[in-house]
């Protein structure tokens, strides 16, 4: 497979083609989409990522995934493999024994929390990790965890729990952060038992081999000592480093608008809430980048392995329902007849010719355009509307279908009526039915007003995961 | 002299005492190297104190001629008071953008810490003035 700008193999290549030609790969890049903190666009850190030649690139906006669906797919259509992830802010983890939060440890001891800019209410309450999707599970986890993140009560703050991200991180690929995360932040403080706590920990948290210490050669005259630290722990303990730049900008001029961002962000005067020594964290060709981990080769290497195991394919332009309970031995379609095929029994007496050859001729488009667990979660808030006295009726072209009304949707005969199911479903217009073109399952029937809130609330429990959220 | 005359006069290389660190003279290079790179070593210019408590540093800022090598993108060497230096490494290279709102403080800078004739110089390119200056002399 090459890119289609180009050129270059984007996937499926051998290890030795992307060391010798691709060199690096970003695996830590902030978007606008980082509010306040990001300058640049997904698609224009993409353009440029494609005219460096790198075979892939990874955006880890804060705190959420708001970017992630652009970048994915700008980088499909650049013929860049996108890699989808997000900087989280997780909670202390390298404390000593029997200490719980940072404010228990000695006032010398303690680290500082990231600044108070980019990651909203989880500002200033816990310490950046940067977490990657290696597929379509770990994208799920991630989804997961920051949609946990952000429905916290009250005033709690949206720092992940070490036991959350135990439970969500299997798909997913771990880097030890940026300064601001724990490892970082306790080099820098000079505490490397604390450091060395945090990555033990960390470690124990992702799949074998999943979790790498992240190095950030930030051009400051610490930055040697910085990255020669975190080389040695990862050495002591046997984890991986990988180099990465943390980028928020595209070009190094643009520099001054991330001071302008980050500090109108903070609510604070320049410099800034990072107060940052320079303007270095721009998105660098593959030969800065080597040039700068020419200490540590394996850093870049690894940026490469990385982005080989991450293949996630989010099938976009297809269509994801919710999963419909199907008994063991059965699948959606064979429930979906049966159900049908009693239907007609019930409703049709006697059963004519007619409506045998019109259900076998929905059924059959049905399964062809892959609608089979649509009809049955339809079915299934129907069957829930029905058992609470809940009034409803199914509207829209879904009355032509007579599939909807042997499942009980609707009430109209579509034979009696004439009605055209094509006007419902057609092969010719793979779709969405006219009438829940852009409705989430179930919006083909209404239940009664005065219900509604129930109806969705039971609903959303249910089939929680066809639903999404996005704020602003 | 002087009041340290002792100290000044005192030879660390006694007869027969081995050579620690340095087993021939261009050994000392690369140890030197390691030694600079070791993470848990701290020069003492680099520690943030009082101005009264001294530096074993000295922070200087003139300006110096400098002959850039592409090759390893550092200076290859610098004029100083009429002095050649050549660079036997380059250390580290680091860049500062300071305070760009202010025209008053504003700083931009490449920064590149080297070896030459047996010292550790910072040389640093003013972006802003397009000229080479040594802005440390350390340890």
Redesign the interface.
Same mark, same amino acid.
């Given at each position: 497979m090459t890119s289609r700008t180009t050129g270059l193999p984007v996937a499926g290549c051998s290890s030795a083609w992307w060391t010798e030609v691709a060199g690096f790969v970003h695996l830590h890049a902030h978007s606008h989409f980082s509010f306040m903190d990001g300058v640049s666009s997904p698609a224009a850190l993409l353009e440029r990522a494609a005219a460096y030649g790198m075979p892939a690139l990874a955006l880890t906006d804060h705190q959420g995934l708001y970017g992630a669906i652009r970048h994915y797919q700008a980088a499909r259509n650049s013929g860049v493999k996108p890699i989808i992830g997000a900087e989280i802010v997780l909670e202390a983890v390298g404390l000593d024994d029997g200490v719980t939060i940072e404010g228990d440890v000695p006032p010398d001891n303690r680290l500082p929390l990231s600044p108070p800019v980019g990651s909203g209410r989880a500002s200033a309450s816990g310490f950046h990790l940067t977490l990657l999707a290696k597929d379509i599970t770990g994208y799920r986890n991630l989804c997961r965890l920051l949609a946990r993140t952000h429905v916290r009560t009250g005033d709690d703050p949206s720092v992940v729990a070490l036991a959350e991200l135990e439970q969500c991180s299997e798909g997913l690929i771990g880097l030890s952060g940026c300064p601001c995360g724990e490892a970082g932040a306790a080099v820098l403080a000079g505490l490397p038992m604390r450091s060395e706590r945090a990555l033990r920990r960390l470690e124990r948290v992702f799949s074998p081999g999943d979790f790498y210490v992240e190095l950030m050669h930030l051009m400051t005259p610490d930055s040697p000592r910085y990255i020669a630290a975190l080389v040695a722990l990862a050495q002591r303990i046997g984890i991986p480093v990988v180099a990465t730049n943390n980028v928020h900008y595209l070009k190094r001029p643009d520099f001054r608008l991330h001071d302008v961002l980050a500090s109108a962000g903070a609510r604070t005067s320049l410099p800034g809430p990072y107060d940052r020594p320079n303007g270095e964290l721009w998105l660098k060709p593959a030969g800065e980048m080597r040039l700068l981990f020419a200490d540590v080769p394996q850093a870049c290497d690894n940026t490469l392995a990385i982005a080989e195991r991450c293949n996630l394919d989010l099938g976009l332009g297809g269509f994801h329902f919710p999963e419909a309970e199907v008994p063991a031995g059965d699948d959606a379609y064979s429930v979906l007849s049966k159900a049908a095929w009693r239907g007609l029994e019930q409703r049709y007496r006697p059963i004519t010719p007619e409506a045998v050859r019109r259900l076998q001729h929905e059924l059959s488009i049905i399964e062809r355009l892959g609608f089979p667990e649509y009809f049955l979660v339809v079915k299934d808030i129907v069957d829930f509307a029905k058992s609470r006295g809940i009034r409803y009726s199914g509207r829209g072209s879904a009355g032509d279908s007579i599939v909807a009304h042997l499942l009980g949707i609707t009430d109209a005969d579509p034979i009696a009526h004439d009605l055209l199911f094509e006007r419902f479903l057609n092969p010719a217009r793979r779709q969405m039915p006219e009438s829940t073109s852009t409705s989430t399952p179930g919006e083909g029937m209404r239940p009664s007003p005065t219900r509604r809130s129930s109806s969705w609330k039971r609903t959303g429990a249910r089939y929680a995961s066809a639903s999404g959220a996005c704020s602003t | 002299m002087g009041r340290n005359r002792e100290i000044k006069a005192f030879d660390p290389r006694r007869p027969g005492q081995p050579l620690d660190l340095f087993t021939a003279t261009d050994t000392k290079l690369p140890v030197i190297m390691e030694i600079l $790179?070791?993470? +848990?070593i701290?020069r003492a210019s680099?520690l943030i104190q009082p101005a009264s408590t001294g530096m074993a540093g000295k922070k200087r800022e003139r300006e110096v001629e400098v002959v850039w090598d592409g090759t390893r !993108?550092g200076p290859r060497s610098f004029m100083m008071e009429g002095r050649h230096y050549p660079v036997d490494a380059v250390v580290?290279? +680091? !860049? !500062?953008? $300071? !305070? +760009? +709102?202010d025209p008053r403080k504003r700083l931009s800078r490449r920064?590149y810490r080297v070896l030459a004739r047996g010292g550790l110089y910072d040389v640093a390119y003013d972006r802003l003035a397009g000229r080479w200056l040594l802005v440390g002399v350390v340890d």
């Open positions: - | $790179r070791s993470p +848990w701290v680099d !993108a580290q290279s +680091w !860049a !500062a953008e $300071r !305070a +760009w +709102w920064c």
